[in-house]
């Protein structure tokens, strides 16, 4: 029987009716529409369908789309505000850190979340907040200047901004 | 006047902005009113006769639009799979597959039943009801037991295993190896690997009755043989069969074929009146995607022990799978290359492809060069080794030098120098300090390795009078540019980018080839409906082909130009000079005309007498030869010797791709490549079990793909010697990658065994595999 849910997708509330068993990526590409969230293992390993539920990076893979019912959800997307590309979308293209482009959503929301968690990381800690994504045509050499790029344009910045506006507060219970 | 060149420019790719904001169109983001969705029904069975196949629930399920079978599809699939196979002029078997098997499957994956459903979750739930009775037959999985008479075969209408047998022999091999003082043999092993482009594959398939009209959309690195096969075997004419292919998310070989869902998605869309969406799982992809490499090469080499090398011999066995994939037997090309970039007397080669119960193998990122460099770069370490010289001294001391150079099997090598990129690479990893630092380790018992690759590929595929006759394709390319009435420029063009920035480089070199701005430069590719015929993108061609193409046509829009100018100024022709796109006569260039000016003019009245109105051009470039990128690759590892794990701590790489049109795409493109063959190196491979045929790391949870902390830094740098055989002076770069660094990591672990009495090291160099040498060596 199909459940009704509630999620609020970059900003935008909306309410469907779906069956239980939807994946949430599916629900983002298919009912909402967004397909800039790609699938590519459905193991759980690459990473490409990296989203942000309630600000915590997730593989929209893995949820149902019943399991994010109530929450926020910032899909790639939704990640330039006002025209104006999120800094790590903007190095991704200044250090050639994609090639076909296909696994490149998926890090940038993973590379956003990291780079808010820890804005300035080391190789290492870039390496482990990325190692669940896999790219194939990079040898990973750019992402991994994109990523130091964009975590020193970031500290540049007065204040590092939310990835959303809608992420800062937790979500209440 | 200033100069506004293009071509060498690190500008950013146009492709981006679409991408990095989720914009981008691949195969899944393709949807139609009314699109319907299809599931496949695969063999479970490496070898089976199918008995029967019941359809009747999956029939009665829930949004089941059809189930169908091999006998539906007889009537609206009139033809076989292609193959491409003459590049094998000996004994040879090409048995025909097509797309769904009726009575026995061959692999493991071979499609068998086809549901059609309103959904993908509601068709994948009916796959599940289709009821195959099969009666299970030996799998054929080792290729040397196959090769035996008596093997059982792969399949049952078949006389033997052996789908070619071809021998490459040049010089007196026999003379050459009774003269050598050393000779040295060695088996040396190129696993199965998945080419696993991040994108699976798929396609939206939309056959419209009345007029026997079909769009196919598919994500492919080839839409003019996708649309010639497909629409060939459906009976749709070419005029009336569109394929259109948007991003490609990545393809290293795997998508050069039409593929048996193609047509299924087709024909299922003809049968249904619906259009019809079919999207590859991975498990689906790693069965049923091509696969790349699985060879064994049973080498012998010939040398003198001042390191001059004499002579090679060599078996390549090549594991078809049950059925050729459309160029497997492109990849006896390991054959012709297998002399690498030294001097040889004599090279004695031989070609073997043996079909098995596996998935067909087809050309994978460098498609038979890789197996080429690692092969010879491995047996001149082994003479090294063995005569005691540095491996560094072996290489200069038989290094071709001069250029062209025409190798043991008639092919030319265009441009090179090679000692130049070997001394800049053990300049830039500072190989005396490496060898310091190696002895000092070495006493505190740790293990560090050098290992060298200095390679030469064959790009730019490929001159019709060598691929004519050996593939039976003339491997041409082609190109239309129009200069729209205001002056910008449409270049539509048969490559297809999947990932390599044609978008950006090819309005690069528009730009400059007609003087007129980048951003009034758009490229089309990729959609049969706005796109001269062309092979498609592979074999490194693009650039050395396509690009050339395109110039071929900006060169004849610049000439008519010229003949507006002259027109517009009342001038002769033969004054009329062209700087930068301004058009002026000879000693006057205050006065001139932009291209975008005489384009206008030439879509207007008073046009000069006879000539016809518009400023366009359509060419197709043969190439006159092949180019051939070369380079050195250095790797220092260690090893340590208690768990067998491997670490790079250096990876150099001096590559020569002639003259570059954009540095920073160049670079990408090695990035990528070196990082494959340092995977295939250390991690991946396919396994099947030896007795079922089954796959045993059919996921990306069981099959290694490196993540970002398994990647070393690579530290590139670039000689550039233009190609003489094309006016860009262009090589190629999107396989050099690969094709030079398995080795250099294999020949670095080696190196560091060396200690042990450790002469070769087989790939993949997983730890486990370490260890229990090292544990051996020691006993």
Redesign the interface.
Known sequence: MPQQVALTINGRRREDYV?P??LLVHYL??VAG??????????S??G?CTVLVDGEAVKSCSVFTVQADGKRVT???G??EDGT?HPV?QA???E?G????????GF?MAAAYLLQQNPSPTDEE???G???????????????KAVRSASAAMSGMAESRDLVGSVAAPVED | MAVTTMIGARIQRREDPKLITGHGNFIDDVNLVNMAHMSIVRSPHAHARIRSVDTSAARAATGVVAVLTAADFKSVILGPLPVSNSFVADKKQVPEQFPIAADEVAYAGEPVAVVVAEDRYLADDAAQLVVVDYEPLPAVMDIEKAMEPGSPLVKSDRPDNIGWDAPFPAGDIDAVFAEAEIVIKQRIGQQRLFPTPMETRGCVADYVPYDNRVTLWTSTQVPHFVRLFVGGALGVPESQFRVVSHDVGGGFGSKIRPYPEEYLATAASKITERPVKWIEDRTESLQATTHGRGQIFDAEVAANRDGTLLGLKFTQLLDIGAYHGVFSAFQVVACLLGGGCYNWKAINARSIGVFTNRMSTDPYRGAGRPEATHLVERMVDLVAAEIGMDPAEVRRKNFVTTFPHTNNFGLVYDSGDYAKSLDRAMANIDYAGLRKRQADLRAQGRYTGIGFSTYVEICGLGPSAATAPAAGVALVESSMVRVHPTGSVTVSVGTHSHGQSHETTFAQITADALGVPYDSVEIHHGDTGDTPFGYGTYGSRSLAVGGMAIMASCHKVVEKAKKLAAHAFEASEDDIVVDQGRYFVRGNPAESKALAELAFASYGAGLPEGMEHGLEAVSYFDPPNFVWPFGCHICAVEVDVETGAVTIDRYVAVDDCGNVINPMVVDGQLHGGIAQGISQALFEEVQYDDETGQMLNGTMLDYLIPTMAEMPRFELDRTVTPSPTNELGVKGIGEAGTIASSIAVINAITDALSPFGIKHVEMPARPDRLWSMIKEARA
């Open positions: 069956e068993r939807l590409r298919e967004l397909t800039g969230t790609h699938i590519a293992c459905d193991t390993q690459c490409a899909t790639i997307e990640l330039a590309l979308q991704f293209w200044n050639h994609l090639q076909c482009g296909f696994c490149t959503p940038i870039i390496e482990r990325l190692e669940g994504n896999l790219c194939r045509c990079t040898g990973y050499e750019n992402i991994r």
